[in-house]
């Protein structure tokens, strides 16, 4: 969470309010979780889940605010504090230009079979564990590309102990991570997981990869290496 504040540095308090009402104005307050099917262009407005979805805090079972069906786009939001799970996609899905300015439980999470997700543009804030969770079955391809991230846990992780595992793939292309990290990308090396990392510049002394013995008994997943294996995690200039 973001404790966040307005300096005003001169003016009335009557330009502070004409500056923050709008903002306000524009805020959705998302109480029931958004189906996004087709496209949704937000045009850069912000939303925060109200109550039901979730605080955004580290509790698992929480909803998402927007809930893409498989085929959808969505663009050009912002999502503000509280997130509760972000941003769902049931299968293959676009993410384009999303800020997350202080990732809930996680920021985005892919399902499903055959599921190719792109993840192109925007940023991730504050993040506390996982921002892109990816517990997809079999098949697909995740690319996320031209992101930033300030403060995470992990940028990218391959579910360690979902009840359905699989081998997945991700490329992860022109990202830039600064502020506090645990890692990139955390895969399962004994799924058969593969990570490929191009021009990732990492503020600090955070590994590309985490290398782990994922399970699907739901057990905490047992960490093996941060050093790249060039298979699971792969390393290119
Ligand atoms: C954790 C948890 C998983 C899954 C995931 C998620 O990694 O261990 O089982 O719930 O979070 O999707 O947020
Ligand atoms: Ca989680
Ligand atoms: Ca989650």
Not at 24 to 30: F, K, L
Not at 49 to 64: H, M, N, V
Not at 181 to 202: C, F, H, M, P
Request: net charge negative.
């Amino acid at each position: 969470m973001v404790a966040c504040g307005v300096a005003m540095s001169f003016g009335s308090v009557r330009l502070a309010f004409a500056e923050s009402a709008p903002r306000a104005d524009r805020d959705e307050v998302v109480e029931q979780t958004i189906e996004v099917k087709g496209v949704l262009d937000g045009r850069n407005k912000r939303f925060v889940a109200g109550g039901g979805l979730g605080d955004g805090g580290q509790s698992e079972g929480q909803k998402p605010i927007f809930e893409l069906t498989p085929g959808a786009t969505l663009s050009n939001v912002k999502i503000g504090s509280p997130a509760a799970d972000g941003v769902h996609c049931q299968g293959s899905c676009y993410l384009f230009n999303i800020t997350w300015e202080d990732v809930g439980e996680d920021a985005a999470t892919f399902r499903g079979r055959d599921a190719t997700v792109v993840v192109d543009g925007g940023s991730a804030s504050n993040g506390s564990d996982k921002i892109f969770q990816d517990n997809r079955e079999e098949g697909g391809f995740l690319t996320i590309k031209n992101f930033s991230v300030d403060g995470y846990g992990k940028l990218y992780r391959s579910c360690g102990n979902c009840s359905k595992q699989a081998a997945r793939g991700v490329w992860i292309e022109n990202v830039t991570a600064t502020g506090e990290g645990e890692a990139i990308a955390g895969v399962n090396t004994n799924l058969g997981d593969w990570a490929t990392l191009k021009n990732v510049k990492v503020d600090g002394d955070v590994p590309l990869c985490k290398l782990f013995e994922g399970n699907d008994r739901g057990e905490e997943p047992r960490t093996m290496s941060e050093e790249p294996d060039g298979k699971s995690c792969k390393v290119e200039e």
